[in-house]
T-cell receptor, first 111, second 113 residues
Framework: QKEVEQDPGPLSVPEGAIVSLNCTYSNSAFQYFMWYRQYSRKGPELLMY????GNKEDGRFTAQVDKSSKYISLFIRDSQPSDSATYLC???????????FGPGTRLSVLP | NAGVTQTPKFQVLKTGQSMTLQCAQDMNHNSMYWYRQDPGMGLRLIYYSASEGTTDKGEVPNGYNVSRLNKREFSLRLESAAPSQTSVYFC????????????FGPGTRLTVL
């Protein structure tokens, strides 16, 4: 079993849809949970991070962490064509040890 | 403020050739990282440097060496390139204790024939 699993997609949705992206993990030592967005042929950029369990909202983006289920989600509301990208989850421990990325989910938002 | 810069952007090597990928950051970050990204594999850590003067192996260090030249620069060297090292290489940096907030460069696309 991989340390972090993520549905690779591709995922296609119409503009305005609510998008749910998910990752599962196996290492209970993970404490920081990140979501990166990567446009084609560009480097990843950090969207947001959450510490431990709970929710965090930033504009149209909401990150959720459920440590009891080892499951994290990123929700995108009112999706836009400019949200079309690959979304990578990432996780690490309290001191930056064992930093791991998921394989990424490719999202296309169709106008 | 350029953030993280990488050179070159593209490179084609023949098997057995050597090359150095350069990375520099202007954010005064202590920690720097080298990753490779392959289809379906996500980003995998090759080496990292928690601070100037220190380097540590990541998940896939075999076939690579690194040098933390100073606080700004972190280079990755392939001594004898192999086709399995065909990949996109990303450099990243973060503040001390901030591995959860990494800033990435634009990447180097390397093909080994």
């Amino acid at each position: 079993q991989k340390e972090v699993e993520q549905d690779p997609g591709p995922l296609s949705v119409p503009e305005g849809a609510i998008v749910s992206l998910n990752c599962t993990y196996s290492n209970s030592a993970f404490q920081y949970f990140m979501w990166y967005r990567q446009y084609s042929r560009k480097g990843p950029e950090l969207l947001m991070y959450t510490y431990s369990s709970g929710n965090k909202e930033d504009g149209r983006f909401t990150a959720q962490v459920d440590k009891s289920s080892k499951y994290i989600s990123l929700f995108i509301r009112d999706s836009q064509p400019s949200d079309s990208a690959t979304y990578l989850c990432a996780m690490t421990g309290n001191y930056g040890q064992n930093f791991v990325f998921g394989p990424g989910t490719r999202l296309s938002v169709l106008p | 403020n350029a953030g993280v810069t990488q050179t070159p952007k593209f490179q084609v090597l023949k098997t057995g050739q050597s090359m150095t990928l350069q990375c520099a950051q202007d954010m005064n970050h202590n920690s720097m990282y080298w990753y490779r990204q392959d289809p379906g594999m996500g980003l995998r850590l090759i080496y990292y440097s928690a601070s100037e003067g220190t380097t540590d192996k990541g998940e896939v260090p075999n076939g690579y060496n690194v040098s933390r030249l100073n606080k700004r620069e972190f280079s990755l060297r392939l001594e004898s390139a192999a086709p399995s090292q065909t990949s996109v290489y990303f450099c990243a940096s973060s503040a001390s204790g901030g591995a959860h907030e990494q800033f990435f460069g634009p990447g180097t696309r390397l093909t080994v024939l």
